[in-house]
Structure formats: C-alpha cells, structure tokens
C-alpha cells in the first residue's frame, strides 16, 4: 500500500506533517493558539507504528490541516472591526482633549495677539503653496490692521468666532 501525502515516520511512530504556505506563518500561529509568533509546520501524531492504521488516521487530520489554513487564510484578509459606539469614558477624555486644545487656541491668540494670527496665516499659505493651490485665495476674516495688538477685538466678540482663526 503507498503511503498518503504528508506522512512521516519519527521514532517508528507515524505524524501527519504539512508545511504552511509562505505568508501564513504568523496566522496560523494565532488560530493554533499556542503562544508562538509564528508557525512553519503543521504536525499531528497519529499515534500508530502501522502504516496501514495511518494512512487511515492521516484524512481527518488533514481535512484539520486544511481548516487551519483556510482560517489563517481568513485572517489575514480580514479587516479589523469597526466600532459603532463609544464608552463614556471615550467620550469624555475626547471632550477634554477638545476644550483643551481649544483652549490652547485662545492662549496662542491672547498672548501672540496680531502677529501670531499673521505667522499663522503664513503658515497657512505656504501649505496652500505645497498643495498646488493659490495662497492668495485664503483671505483671514479681520484684516490684520484692524486687530488690536493683543486679544481680540469688539467686532470679532461681536461675531462670536475665535479671534479670526477660523474656529481653531
């Protein structure tokens, strides 16, 4: 009788072994579960010295096999989950995080006052320069000699916006 494909004979004992394709190592070692990184070979003792017995106990363990790598296959062209909802916690710390960066705004515009708001439009401009556009098409809100020096004016408290920034 002629052996099955992916048997091998160790210590006269029978294994059914199958190498992982190139590129699923890693993933099959996370449907195996077995705490490696990675995994060259799939190997399974059969636990026969026959032959015969073997060739028998090797299909459903190769069926296993196949499984195996159809999942690590899966795997690695899976996307990652999307997440429809977010914790309170999430929601708060993002909260934070806004206000201070918001605040951090205000702070650059009171104490830089006019001049910062004229870096920032430089700034800006040479962006629009690197992305192809006119910079002459970014007009600021307030003119920069109708600002005051520092902090910002009735017109722009008036207004409601941010000292002109654009809203950050």
Known sequence: ?????????????????RKVPKGLEAEVAVVRRQGRTRQSYLLKSLGTESRTQANISIKPVLIEFDRIIRDAQALKHSKPPTRVA?????????SEY?????????????????????????????EAVAEGENPDDIIPAYPYGTLPEYGISAAQLADGTRAGAGGH
């Open 98 to 126: 806004v206000y201070g960066k918001d605040l951090e705004w205000d702070e650059r515009i009171r104490v830089g006052g006019r001049d910062k708001l004229q870096r920032m439009l430089t700034t800006i401009r040479k």
């Open 1 to 17: 009788m002629r052996s099955m494909p992916y048997l091998i004979k160790r210590n006269n004992v029978y294994y059914a072994q």
């Open 86 to 94: 977010l914790s309170a916690p999430e929601i708060a710390r993002m």
